[in-house]
């Protein structure tokens, strides 16, 4: 049957044998089906069937399949930041009259989520160190869910994902832990008992500073719940966003190699620097980290904190930085710095700072993938005009 033009512009010829190396970009709002009972599994998660972008779609699918794969998860979803990843998945689990543990060391936006907005909803949010997070049924026997991250931001710290997640088991409580830092490649949290790990995929899984993604990988009952929730609260990514995600995932092991191996470097240099008070890397034998860290990564990731005299000294080497970026950002191709209290900790009080342990001359450096000479100069330069 010939159609008008407007049918055959819209509809084009359909080729079911192409055989694409990259999974294709399924650039639609939305699913028609064959008839009306085709509707009959709508709210069903991951079914065979697409409706509607927003509730999933393939390309979507595809991405977070994988993603699961390399976190060693039944499955993944996809969200449009790690934000949303993020407050999606706790309101998943959390009501009002909840109670929530969570460390006192985490990522500035997701510390404003429990101080500022959590509390909004009736949930109650018990902010603990790590040995009170060792000892839940004494700090926090009531709590429904469990929140942290290791290695923490910015300062690298590494808490035992193995004790918390004991903890965690004496009290029953659900056990939810950012991997942003570490990437499933240098660490793989449901191995040790988490039941949800979450990432802001915006960093190493995109390496590429070009997507903002998030991600949330576990049991599928687990996930269930977080599928309903993100229907309703609509945080989906874009189908080009997973497109440019399952790009990046290609060359994740191949740029974590990289990451790992220059920030060791890195590290080491810093140690050796005068003007550098501290160096915080996992890596690094001398860390109080290490043996932890050695206990449960892989490899200690790009990320390190160096501790200069004051924020005016690490407002003066950030500034002559040559190669490296100032950028509030992170786990990218680009060596990038940033000073915690003016980026990614600013929405914290002095309180709250003290708590985390982050001091005004701290600046977080994300190790790129340049020549590690050509890093090693630029920072050498930028400490000697401090
Ligand atoms: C550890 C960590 N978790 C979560 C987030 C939030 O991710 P996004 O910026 O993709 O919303 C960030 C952002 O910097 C982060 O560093």
């Given at each position: 049957m010939s159609h008008g033009s407007a049918t055959q512009s819209i509809h084009g010829q359909r080729d079911s044998h192409v055989r694409p190396v990259t999974y294709p970009i399924y650039q639609t709002a939305a699913f028609a089906v064959e008839?009306?009972?085709?509707?009959?599994?709508?709210?069903?998660?991951?079914?065979?069937d697409y409706f509607y972008t927003r509730y999933d779609n393939p390309t979507i699918r595809h991405v977070s399949d994988k993603l699961a794969q390399l976190e060693h998860a039944e499955a993944c979803l996809l969200f449009s930041s790690g934000m949303t990843a993020i407050t999606t998945t706790l309101m998943a689990f959390l009501a009002a009259g909840d109670t929530i543990a969570v460390s006192k060391a985490l990522y500035g936006g997701t510390l404003a989520f429990f101080n500022n907005w959590a509390p909004r909803f009736g949930i109650y949010v018990l902010t603990l160190d790590e040995e009170q997070l060792y000892a839940l049924d004494q700090h926090?026997?009531?709590?429904?869910v469990v929140y942290f991250e290791t290695?923490?931001?910015?300062?690298c710290d590494c808490l035992s994902i193995r004790r918390v997640v004991e903890a965690a088991q004496r009290i029953g409580a659900l056990v939810i832990k950012d991997n942003t830092f570490a990437t499933p490649i240098n660490q793989t949290p449901l191995d040790l008992g988490v039941d949800l790990s979450i990432h802001s995929a915006t960093k190493y899984l995109g390496g590429h500073s070009d997507i903002t993604l998030g991600a949330v990988m576990g049991r599928r009952d687990h996930l269930a719940a977080v599928f309903t929730a993100r229907k309703v609260f609509g945080g989906i990514p874009s189908p080009h966003d997973a497109f440019l995600l399952d790009r990046s995932l290609k060359t994740l092991e191949l740029r974590m190699i990289q990451h790992n191996a220059s920030a060791l470097r890195l590290a080491e240099f810093f140690s050796e620097?005068?003007?550098?008070?501290q160096v915080l890397y996992p890596g690094l034998p001398s860390s109080p980290s290490h043996a932890v860290a050695r206990e449960q990564m892989r490899g200690f990731s790009g990320m390190l904190c160096i501790e200069l005299a004051d924020l005016t000294a690490a407002k003066a080497f950030c500034d002559h930085l040559q190669i490296a970026l100032h950028v509030?950002?992170?786990?990218?191709?680009e060596t990038l710095v940033s000073i915690p209290i003016l980026t990614?900790?600013?929405?914290?009080?002095a309180e709250a700072l003290a708590a985390a342990r982050i001091a005004p001359g701290m600046v977080r450096i994300s190790v790129g993938l340049e020549n590690i000479e050509d890093l090693i100069a630029d920072f050498a330069q930028a400490l000697a005009a401090v």
């Open positions: 008839d009306s009972d085709g509707f009959a599994h709508i709210n069903d998660y991951g079914g065979e926090a026997p009531q709590a429904k290695p923490v931001n910015p300062r620097q005068s003007q550098v008070r509030a950002h992170l786990g990218t191709a990614s900790h600013s929405m914290l009080n």
